[in-house]
């Protein structure tokens, strides 16, 4: 047996405080798609960007072909054979493909005798791995699909034996994916090694030979593909922690209090990422969202939550007579965004500034043009109070909180507001376990109270603690509804895609 | 690279040793023109303070540069970069110079102000909120836009004063002058401190800046609506989320950027030359951008920043006169040279302070 | 109207539109590598201040040259240094290019000419004003075309050729050269560049000196071709005409030059203008001298086609983590 295309030793990787890669193996076979599989933030993306060059490991070896390499830019990772392409595309969009393809590989300081050959040498790439693409169009105008190509044709323009391929399905529709796969074969039965990062199983089930898993930058396990299950895998994926106990009464599901009907979002660039959407969330229950990261369920939040946009398809609040209400943002819905740095807060205002984003326009915060300054820093002291922030100072700008500490600043701001109904995304992502407790405690008293709550997570384990039915999404769609009752694999099979538990 | 370093050395030192390099490096140029810096600092400051019509003088420039560094400082809040101030100023003192043609006659000063001041607040914020629409509904940069908006106020102006506003048969190309009781009171109350102050332009157009001071800073810091511009320039995302319309936040902070430049024109127009004439803002509207950007965007920062400059403004003509071979033109370096050190390179010591705070750290554990 | 067509309002046409394509062209290289520069007109002026103080000095014109291309690219790397290094705001910094310009031109020139901000005339050899060229003075005798083509094409000054000539080699550098396309490419996606193992920050820095170049041939043209030394604001406006132009050309340079061309005219008419009536009405010479700043509102509203700047343009390249 050849030497392995690439074999990490012991790479570790922080960026500050922060472990992105904490002492990782990784052999990958030459001639193989290998997988690498992990949910957001595991740390795939970095190692990746180590082995091409853009990062630095803070220790660790790199062996390619068995021999030890050091790869101190992206120049000596191509040099290396190693091709990248990236989760957003590093192309040139006004430029053709051929232009694109050419770019740092001329062949000279002029273009004319270079732009000859490199058109010779990709009419041959295509052929050899049916990439067809016309050299001569305008990257920009062509579809992502596309486009994709055209980054796998760089690659391999360059001389590339290993390609590695960060979450390449994630703007792609199935049907660019099936197509994507099979060029992947190609590459393999042409001898090429593919590394597939991904957080999908149905892919690594579908298409790698081996694959290793990551959770919270380390690598967890190797497995080959073949004696491995999608059970297996969801379990290294999200680890098994301690399913986190949630002291909760049976919920007393009331009247309907918000409902979507047919709800479909399409962003700028005419993909479909909310696909007819229908849910009802009742007074007194808690009704979780699961689904892969990237499924659609940030554009369905921010739709109902009327700050991103719908397409077509409606979105409805219901007075406690069951009467509709109108639906104002803000207005009887409480909205605790996803991503809490990009939007949730202005991290560099006081934290009593940030305790009434969103509510400033609020008679009780000044009747006129005026903020009454009193008024805001009590709300924010009472904020505080109540949430336990620590520390409990107002004065205190946003970014020098914990997460789990801003998190709460925005939780008692859409929470204290006393909505009707309330949306949560992410209630958790990267919070200290202390104020998970306290954070899940509270959505549950809230739900005793009467409330409304729609949660989306990522982590498995809170929505099932957590809610009284369960929706999962899957590119863009409502696969199905599930109690609370159900397992993991029930779940995480929907989430992959797979109805009625169809494949595995 | 992005390492948190306390409040005082962003907001103190680094503001300090940039403001520092830029003082030097003028020094410098003054020591190979052959002349002593430190001697040139003495003149400017006699110029600008050691008699009462140096100190008219120079809290005359300073009324000018408070109105326009408080105009650039309104639109950083939200953002968005406003060169045109200097059109502005232009514009709004056509505004003012109107109210007091149409209304000499008919009022005395004090009657005609409260005119003056929405004329000219009125006519500099329309010329700073179409380009704060253009960006907001159709993606047009405001900086290249204000830019247009300067050159095409000077051909506006131009040919408004050569059509309609000269007097006919005379060859100076000015409106004519207002009735005597039109004039902006100079600030003969301040004679007793410094003797001589009623012989210059200095008029009470630097109380009013004063109070526009006390207005931004309300507005920025003690309204709902500051409140939405800071979050908008802050984040714009959170502003989304938070229900905060970018065409409202634009325009509107544009419209009162514009109408605070505007006011600037009540300073010369109606206070000093009392007529319109051709051009109006003096280059005002380019110190407002080293001025705000010197006094961090904030009213009380910028009066000393404005202060600041309406000394070098004054003190240059002083230095000219004493050091021949320096003209007043030393103060426009200086004014490039804060803009750079203060403005564009504002990070330059920061990786530098980072490196010896992270020394300093590791040397205490 | 037809006077606007006369060969004397032609050769101004050309003449004047020699600096505007020089700076515009300037831009070109800078904005297309994704460095906004507002600071064209404080290199045009520096360099017309350069040439000039050191044609009176030393009595060359080509040390003189050489002096105002040097002095505009020290004001480029300026902005390199603040812009691509420090990662500063380009607008800020670019509007401190044009006051140091400005202020250091007539600080020096007092100190060196004691005539408050001029220069002196440039001697006769330090001018490169063209003309007079014996090899095509027969076609003067051929008659009112020859003499037409004679003023308008073989009697111009260096400047003239070499701005018409650096049109279609900027096109070339721009589309057939490895240098051209990397440079178009790192004003788009610096991060595509990047990746592709070539260094964005050595891109940018060989645009801005490109730029400095340009601006120094422009500023020269002011000071020893238009005129025979240093008047202060001698630039006059002209590198945000140049700017506009750009702006007008959608960043391309045939139309860079087409814009150019339509200024300078514009320009070079404006006394032939003053007082003609036009349909009843007299047209404002302050109209045609606003004209091309309306002209450029009016594009980037996007009443008259899109102008899509460089992508990347005016935004630091920070590696994403």
Same mark, same amino acid.
């Given at each position: 047996?050849?030497?392995?295309?690439?074999?990490?030793?012991?790479?570790?990787?922080?960026?500050?405080?922060?472990?992105?890669?904490?002492?990782?193996?990784?052999?990958?076979?030459?001639?193989?798609?290998?997988?690498?599989?992990?949910?957001?933030?595991?740390?795939?993306?970095?190692?990746?960007?180590?082995?091409?060059?853009?990062?630095?490991?803070?220790?660790?070896?790199?062996?390619?072909?068995?021999?030890?390499?050091?790869?101190?830019?992206?120049?000596?990772?191509?040099?290396?054979?190693?091709?990248?392409?990236?989760?957003?595309?590093?192309?040139?969009?006004?430029?053709?493909?051929?232009?694109?393809?050419?770019?740092?590989?001329?062949?000279?300081?002029?273009?004319?005798?270079?732009?000859?050959?490199?058109?010779?040498?990709?009419?041959?790439?295509? *052929? &050899?791995?049916? !990439?067809? %693409?016309?050299?001569?169009? @305008? /990257? #920009?105008?062509?579809? +992502?699909?596309?486009?994709?190509?055209?980054?796998?044709?760089?690659?391999?323009?360059?001389?590339?034996?290993?390609?590695?391929?960060?979450?390449?399905?994630?703007?792609?529709?199935?049907?660019?994916?099936?197509?994507?796969?099979?060029?992947?074969?190609?590459?393999?039965?042409?001898?090429?090694?593919?590394?597939?990062?991904?957080?999908?199983?149905?892919?690594?089930?579908?298409?790698?030979?081996?694959?290793?898993?990551?959770?919270?930058?380390?690598?967890?396990?190797?497995?080959?593909?073949?004696?491995?299950?999608?059970?297996?895998?969801?379990?290294?994926?999200?680890?098994?922690?301690?399913?986190?106990?949630?002291?909760?009464?049976?919920?007393?599901?009331?009247?309907?209090?918000?409902?979507?009907?047919?709800?479909?979002?399409?962003?700028?660039?005419?993909?479909?990422?909310? *696909? &007819?959407?229908? !849910?009802? %969330?009742?007074?007194?229950? @808690? /009704? #979780?969202?699961?689904? +892969?990261?990237?499924?659609?369920?940030?554009?369905?939040?921010?739709?109902?939550?009327?700050?991103?946009?719908?397409?077509?398809?409606?979105?409805?609040?219901?007075?406690?007579?069951?009467?509709?209400?109108?639906?104002?943002?803000?207005?009887?819905?409480?909205?605790?965004?996803?991503?809490?740095?990009?939007?949730?807060?202005?991290?560099?205002?006081?934290?009593?500034?940030?305790?009434?984003?969103?509510?400033?326009?609020?008679?009780?915060?000044?009747?006129?043009?005026?903020?009454?300054?009193?008024?805001?820093?009590?709300?924010?002291?009472?904020?505080?109070?109540?949430?336990?922030?620590?520390?409990?100072?107002?004065?205190?700008?946003?970014?020098?909180?914990?997460?789990?500490?801003?998190?709460?600043?925005?939780?008692?701001?859409?929470?204290?507001?006393?909505?009707?109904?309330?949306?949560?995304?992410?209630?958790?992502?990267?919070?200290?376990?202390?104020?998970?407790?306290?954070?899940?405690?509270?959505?549950?008293?809230?739900?005793?109270?009467?409330?409304?709550?729609?949660?989306?997570?990522?982590?498995?384990?809170?929505?099932?603690?957590?809610?009284?039915?369960?929706?999962?999404?899957?590119?863009?769609?409502?696969?199905?509804?599930?109690?609370?009752?159900?397992?993991?694999?029930?779940?995480?099979?929907?989430?992959?895609?797979?109805?009625?538990?169809?494949?595995? | 690279?992005?390492?948190?370093?306390?409040?005082?050395?962003?907001?103190?030192?680094?503001?300090?040793?940039?403001?520092?390099?830029?003082?030097?490096?003028?020094?410098?140029?003054?020591?190979?023109?052959?002349?002593?810096?430190?001697?040139?600092?003495?003149?400017?400051?006699?110029?600008?303070?050691?008699?009462?019509?140096?100190?008219?003088?120079?809290?005359?420039?300073?009324?000018?540069?408070?109105?326009?560094?408080?105009?650039?400082?309104?639109?950083?809040?939200?953002?968005?970069?406003?060169?045109?101030?200097?059109?502005?100023?232009?514009?709004?003192?056509?505004?003012?110079?109107?109210?007091?043609?149409?209304?000499?006659?008919?009022?005395?000063?004090?009657?005609?102000?409260?005119?003056?001041?929405?004329?000219?607040?009125?006519?500099?914020?329309?010329?700073?909120?179409?380009?704060?629409?253009?960006?907001?509904?159709?993606?047009?940069?405001?900086?290249?836009?204000?830019?247009?908006?300067?050159?095409?106020?000077?051909?506006?102006?131009?040919?408004?004063?050569?059509?309609?506003?000269?007097?006919?048969?005379?060859?100076?190309?000015?409106?004519?002058?207002?009735?005597?009781?039109?004039?902006?009171?100079?600030?003969?109350?301040?004679?007793?401190?410094?003797?001589?102050?009623?012989?210059?332009?200095?008029?009470?157009?630097?109380?009013?800046?004063?109070?526009?001071?006390?207005?931004?800073?309300?507005?920025?810091?003690?309204?709902?609506?500051?409140?939405?511009?800071?979050?908008?320039?802050?984040?714009?995302?959170?502003?989304?989320?938070?229900?905060?319309?970018?065409?409202?936040?634009?325009?509107?902070?544009?419209?009162?950027?514009?109408?605070?430049?505007?006011?600037?024109?009540?300073?010369?127009?109606?206070?000093?030359?009392?007529?319109?004439?051709?051009?109006?803002?003096?280059?005002?509207?380019?110190?407002?951008?080293?001025?705000?950007?010197?006094?961090?965007?904030?009213?009380?920062?910028?009066?000393?920043?404005?202060?600041?400059?309406?000394?070098?403004?004054?003190?240059?003509?002083?230095?000219?006169?004493?050091?021949?071979?320096?003209?007043?033109?030393?103060?426009?370096?200086?004014?490039?040279?804060?803009?750079?050190?203060?403005?564009?390179?504002?990070?330059?010591?920061?990786?530098?302070?980072?490196?010896?705070?992270?020394?300093?750290?590791?040397?205490?554990? | 109207?037809?006077?606007?067509?006369?060969?004397?309002?032609?050769?101004?046409?050309?003449?004047?539109?020699?600096?505007?394509?020089?700076?515009?062209?300037?831009?070109?290289?800078?904005?297309?590598?994704?460095?906004?520069?507002?600071?064209?007109?404080?290199?045009?002026?520096?360099?017309?201040?350069?040439?000039?103080?050191?044609?009176?000095?030393?009595?060359?014109?080509?040390?003189?040259?050489?002096?105002?291309?040097?002095?505009?690219?020290?004001?480029?790397?300026?902005?390199?240094?603040?812009?691509?290094?420090?990662?500063?705001?380009?607008?800020?910094?670019?509007?401190?290019?044009?006051?140091?310009?400005?202020?250091?031109?007539?600080?020096?020139?007092?100190?060196?000419?004691?005539?408050?901000?001029?220069?002196?005339?440039?001697?006769?050899?330090?001018?490169?004003?063209?003309?007079?060229?014996?090899?095509?003075?027969?076609?003067?005798?051929?008659?009112?075309?020859?003499?037409?083509?004679?003023?308008?094409?073989?009697?111009?000054?260096?400047?003239?050729?070499?701005?018409?000539?650096?049109?279609?080699?900027?096109?070339?550098?721009?589309?057939?050269?490895?240098?051209?396309?990397?440079?178009?490419?790192?004003?788009?996606?610096?991060?595509?560049?990047?990746?592709?193992?070539?260094?964005?920050?050595?891109?940018?820095?060989?645009?801005?000196?490109?730029?400095?170049?340009?601006?120094?041939?422009?500023?020269?043209?002011?000071?020893?071709?238009?005129?025979?030394?240093?008047?202060?604001?001698?630039?006059?406006?002209?590198?945000?005409?140049?700017?506009?132009?750009?702006?007008?050309?959608?960043?391309?340079?045939?139309?860079?030059?087409?814009?150019?061309?339509?200024?300078?005219?514009?320009?070079?008419?404006?006394?032939?203008?003053?007082?003609?009536?036009?349909?009843?009405?007299?047209?404002?010479?302050?109209?045609?001298?606003?004209?091309?700043?309306?002209?450029?509102?009016?594009?980037?509203?996007?009443?008259?086609?899109?102008?899509?700047?460089?992508?990347?343009?005016?935004?630091?390249?920070?590696?994403?983590?």
């Amino acid at each position: 047996m050849s030497a392995p295309a690439i074999e990490l030793k012991g790479i570790s990787k922080s960026f500050g405080a922060v472990h992105a890669n904490r002492d990782i193996d990784l052999t990958v076979e030459k001639g193989t798609i290998h997988g690498i599989i992990g949910e957001n933030g595991a740390g795939k993306s970095t190692l990746m960007s180590i082995l091409y060059g853009f990062y630095q490991a803070d220790k660790g070896t790199i062996a390619v072909d068995g021999a030890r390499v050091t790869i101190k830019d992206s120049d000596a990772a191509i040099s290396l054979g190693i091709g990248m392409v990236h989760q957003h595309f590093m192309l040139v969009e006004p430029f053709t493909v051929l232009e694109n393809v050419m770019l740092g590989a001329e062949g000279g300081a002029l273009l004319n005798r270079g732009r000859a050959e490199a058109r010779k040498e990709l009419e041959r790439l295509e *052929k &050899e791995y049916e !990439l067809n %693409v016309d050299p001569d169009a @305008i /990257v #920009g105008d062509l579809p +992502v699909g596309i486009q994709q190509r055209v980054e796998i044709l760089k690659a391999l323009y360059r001389g590339a034996e290993i390609l590695i391929l960060d979450e390449p399905t994630g703007v792609l529709t199935p049907d660019e994916a099936d197509h994507l796969f099979r060029i992947l074969g190609q590459l393999r039965a042409q001898g090429k090694t593919v590394l597939l990062i991904t957080h999908k199983l149905r892919e690594i089930m579908a298409i790698t030979d081996d694959v290793s898993v990551m959770r919270q930058g380390q690598m967890v396990a190797s497995r080959h593909t073949a004696e491995t299950s999608v059970e297996e895998l969801a379990e290294l994926m999200v680890g098994r922690r301690v399913l986190l106990r949630v002291e909760k009464g049976e919920a007393n599901p009331g009247k309907v209090k918000l409902e979507v009907s047919g709800l479909n979002v399409v962003d700028e660039l005419g993909v479909a990422r909310v *696909k &007819e959407a229908s !849910l009802q %969330v009742r007074a007194g229950e @808690i /009704v #979780g969202i699961a689904g +892969v990261s990237g499924n659609g369920q940030s554009e369905l939040l921010e739709a109902i939550a009327g700050i991103g946009p719908i397409t077509t398809g409606s979105v409805e609040l219901f007075d406690i007579a069951g009467e509709p209400t109108p639906w104002r943002p803000r207005h009887g819905l409480g909205h605790v965004p996803e991503d809490r740095h990009k939007m949730g807060l202005v991290t560099k205002f006081l934290a009593k500034e940030n305790a009434v984003l969103g509510y400033q326009r609020e008679d009780e915060f000044g009747s006129g043009v005026m903020m009454d300054k009193g008024a805001v820093l009590e709300t924010c002291k009472r904020h505080m109070e109540a949430f336990d922030v620590r520390p409990p100072d107002p004065n205190l700008k946003a970014a020098n909180f914990s997460g789990g500490n801003q998190q709460k600043i925005v939780l008692a701001r859409e929470i204290e507001n006393d909505p009707d109904v309330l949306i949560v995304g992410q209630p958790t992502r990267g919070v200290d376990v202390g104020a998970i407790e306290a954070i899940h405690r509270r959505l549950i008293e809230l739900r005793d109270a009467g409330k409304a709550i729609l949660l989306v997570s990522v982590e498995l384990d809170e929505i099932r603690a957590l809610s009284d039915r369960i929706i999962v999404m899957f590119a863009g769609e409502i696969m199905g509804e599930v109690g609370p009752e159900a397992t993991e694999r029930e779940i995480g099979l929907l989430m992959s895609g797979v109805r009625d538990g169809a494949a595995a | 690279m992005n390492k948190e370093l306390p409040g005082w050395v962003d907001y103190g030192l680094l503001p300090l040793l940039n403001l520092m390099t830029a003082f030097i490096v003028a020094g410098l140029v003054v020591l190979a023109i052959g002349e002593n810096p430190l001697e040139a600092v003495g003149h400017i400051a006699y110029g600008a303070f050691g008699y009462g019509n140096g100190v008219g003088y120079t809290l005359f420039y300073t009324t000018n540069f408070i109105f326009t560094g408080l105009a650039v400082a309104v639109a950083f809040h939200a953002s968005q970069f406003n060169i045109g101030g200097e059109g502005q100023a232009y514009l709004g003192g056509l505004g003012v110079g109107l109210a007091c043609l149409g209304l000499d006659h008919v009022l005395p000063w004090w009657g005609i102000l409260p005119f003056a001041i929405a004329m000219g607040a009125l006519f500099g914020a329309i010329w700073a909120a179409i380009p704060g629409y253009l960006f907001a509904k159709r993606g047009a940069h405001v900086v290249i836009t204000t830019i247009m908006f300067n050159f095409i106020s000077y051909s506006l102006m131009n040919y408004l004063i050569n059509n309609f506003l000269k007097v006919p048969g005379n060859a100076s190309v000015q409106s004519r002058t207002f009735e005597q009781t039109a004039w902006m009171p100079k600030l003969e109350w301040l004679s007793g401190m410094f003797p001589g102050i009623q012989t210059s332009p200095a008029n009470l157009s630097f109380v009013l800046a004063l109070v526009a001071c006390v207005f931004v800073y309300i507005l920025i810091w003690r309204t709902k609506f500051g409140y939405e511009v800071r979050v908008y320039g802050a984040n714009p995302t959170a502003a989304r989320y938070a229900g905060i319309s970018t065409t409202r936040i634009v325009v509107l902070t544009m419209a009162i950027s514009g109408a605070l430049a505007g006011l600037m024109g009540m300073n010369p127009v109606m206070g000093d030359q009392n007529r319109i004439f051709l051009d109006i803002p003096q280059q005002a509207g380019f110190v407002g951008i080293a001025v705000a950007l010197m006094g961090r965007s904030h009213p009380l920062w910028i009066v000393f920043a404005a202060l600041l400059f309406g000394m070098l403004y004054q003190g240059g003509a002083e230095l000219a006169f004493e050091m021949p071979s320096i003209t007043r033109d030393m103060v426009v370096v200086i004014q490039g040279l804060v803009i750079l050190f203060a403005g564009a390179m504002e990070f330059m010591f920061r990786p530098w302070i980072a490196g010896l705070f992270t020394m300093m750290e590791k040397s205490d554990a | 109207m037809l006077e606007l067509l006369q060969v004397s309002n032609l050769d101004s046409t050309i003449r004047l539109a020699t600096p505007l394509l020089l700076a515009c062209l300037a831009g070109l290289y800078s904005e297309r590598s994704g460095v906004f520069d507002i600071g064209l007109e404080g290199k045009i002026l520096i360099a017309a201040f350069a040439g000039a103080a050191v044609g009176v000095t030393m009595g060359n014109a080509w040390i003189a040259l050489g002096a105002a291309i040097l002095t505009s690219v020290a004001f480029a790397l300026i902005h390199g240094v603040a812009c691509i290094t420090f990662r500063g705001n380009q607008i800020v910094s670019g509007v401190a290019i044009n006051f140091l310009a400005l202020g250091l031109a007539a600080v020096i020139g007092n100190a060196m000419f004691q005539m408050g901000g001029r220069s002196p005339q440039l001697p006769n050899e330090a001018r490169l004003q063209g003309g007079d060229r014996a090899l095509f003075s027969w076609m003067e005798d051929l008659g009112p075309v020859g003499e037409a083509v004679h003023n308008l094409f073989f009697d111009q000054s260096i400047f003239v050729y070499l701005a018409f000539a650096a049109v279609p080699f900027t096109w070339w550098v721009l589309f057939r050269t490895r240098f051209g396309m990397r440079l178009r490419a790192v004003g788009e996606n610096p991060a595509a560049v990047d990746t592709a193992g070539i260094s964005v920050t050595g891109l940018r820095y060989r645009a801005v000196i490109c730029a400095g170049i340009l601006c120094g041939l422009s500023g020269a043209t002011l000071s020893m071709a238009l005129n025979s030394g240093y008047i202060n604001n001698m630039s006059a406006g002209r590198g945000f005409i140049a700017l506009a132009a750009l702006i007008f050309a959608k960043w391309r340079p045939v139309q860079a030059m087409m814009a150019c061309l339509l200024f300078a005219f514009l320009e070079a008419s404006e006394s032939r203008l003053q007082g003609k009536e036009v349909l009843g009405f007299e047209i404002p010479v302050q109209l045609v001298q606003a004209l091309p700043y309306i002209l450029v509102v009016v594009l980037l509203a996007g009443f008259i086609g899109q102008a899509r700047a460089p992508k990347a343009g005016g935004v630091p390249y920070v590696k994403e983590r």
